[in-house]
């Protein structure tokens, strides 16, 4: 990259200043805190195996594997959009319009499966350039305004360029990724897998990854670094619309059918995650790797409460609540943070 890229000549050091100050008692608090998310997903599954029989079943867990697929490569995007204390509010409405945009190329026009899977790629790709470019070039206040905006629009042309009508019938090719599988396990989750895997090497391997961090913890002082710190924002809202993009692939190719309201409510569950996996609204704090924790979480929570035969009404209630108890105890994290400096 160049006038989008940070400068390659930068150095780990001259960065680190610019990341969020965490000392040894904040480090062993993440940890502990960490370590408290893993135990909670466990005594969930324990709780949920003891309701009900079919819980810990093969079938079920396999279920919830490819369940939670979609989800978790929504969460990738936010955990980074969160990490520079950000949010993408549209990755729902970019899944339908990017899934929109891979079947009808092909259903319609006749286009290569492979081409087709590309444009929604692309479309997703481009519209999260578009959210980056209305925080950097047009100086929106926050992403929630951008991306809310965002949303509605991608929601829209969804509903526009087919009629409101779903699309369904998709090729095998987009099919494979969300309705096979390798052995038990789910081609979507062996993706996710390799995916997590990648992004964990990207941002603690490559100094673009460093950068994200030192951008999430101080924009200012990150500037002053050296860093470009637009660029680090557009590459960020591109990749959340990519793998929005992608989690829409998946999607079309588990249920074979998109309508233009797919996506509701993704990017609650998808904060939700990042958040309950440690991240920080404050930006500048957090693990891609916990952030899996956190999807698991709430899909073992959906999947139980299904199980029990909740009423969704509820359950949409129970997630809302994670959600306020994740976010409180984020900020009651980086009150403590603040006295201990």
């Not at 810990?56 to 594997?65: E, G, S």
């Not at 990755?91 to 899934?99: C, D, I, K, R, T």
């Not at 095998?172 to 599988?181: A, D, F, P, R, V």
Request: include cysteine; hydrophobic fraction near 50%; charge should be positive.
């Amino acid at each position: 990259m160049s006038n989008t890229a940070p400068s390659p000549s930068l150095s780990t050091a001259a960065i680190e200043p610019v990341r969020r100050d965490r000392g040894p008692k904040h480090r062993l608090g993440d940890k502990l805190y960490q370590l408290g998310v893993l135990l909670s997903l466990l005594i969930l599954c324990a709780a949920m195996s003891l309701m009900s029989g079919r819980f810990l079943t093969i079938d079920n867990l396999m279920n919830v594997a490819s369940q939670a697929a979609v989800s978790a490569i929504i969460s990738i995007g936010m955990f980074l959009a969160i990490l520079t204390a950000g949010i993408d509010l549209s990755v729902g409405a970019v899944l339908a319009l990017s899934a929109m945009m891979m079947g009808l190329p092909s259903e319609s026009w006749g286009l290569n499966p492979y081409l087709s899977i590309a444009v929604g790629l692309g479309t997703g790709a481009g519209l999260g350039l578009l959210n980056g470019l209305m925080l950097t070039k047009l100086h929106l206040p926050h992403p929630f305004i951008s991306t809310l905006g965002m949303q509605k629009m991608a929601r829209g042309l969804a509903l526009v360029v087919t009629a409101a009508a779903p699309i369904s019938m998709f090729p095998e090719e987009i099919q494979y990724l969300g309705s096979e599988s390798l052995g038990p396990v789910p081609v979507s989750f062996v993706l996710v897998i390799l995916l997590y895997l990648g992004m964990w090497l990207f941002l603690t391997r490559t100094s673009t990854g460093r950068y994200i961090y030192a951008v999430g913890g101080n924009k200012e002082a990150a500037r002053l670094s050296g860093i470009d710190v637009n660029g680090v924002l557009n590459l960020v809202y591109v990749i959340s619309g990519f793998t929005a993009a992608l989690a829409g692939l998946v999607l079309a190719g588990r249920v074979n059918a998109v309508y233009p309201l797919a996506g509701l409510d993704y990017e609650t569950d998808a904060i939700a995650a990042v958040i309950i996996g440690g991240a920080s609204f404050f930006g500048g704090v957090g693990s891609i790797g916990n952030t899996i924790i956190g999807v698991l979480l709430i899909s073992v929570l959906r999947n139980g409460l299904n199980l029990l035969n909740v009423d969704s009404a509820y359950q949409t209630f129970v997630i809302g609540a994670v959600i306020v108890i994740a976010v409180a105890i984020d900020v009651l994290r980086q009150k403590v943070l603040t006295r201990g400096r």
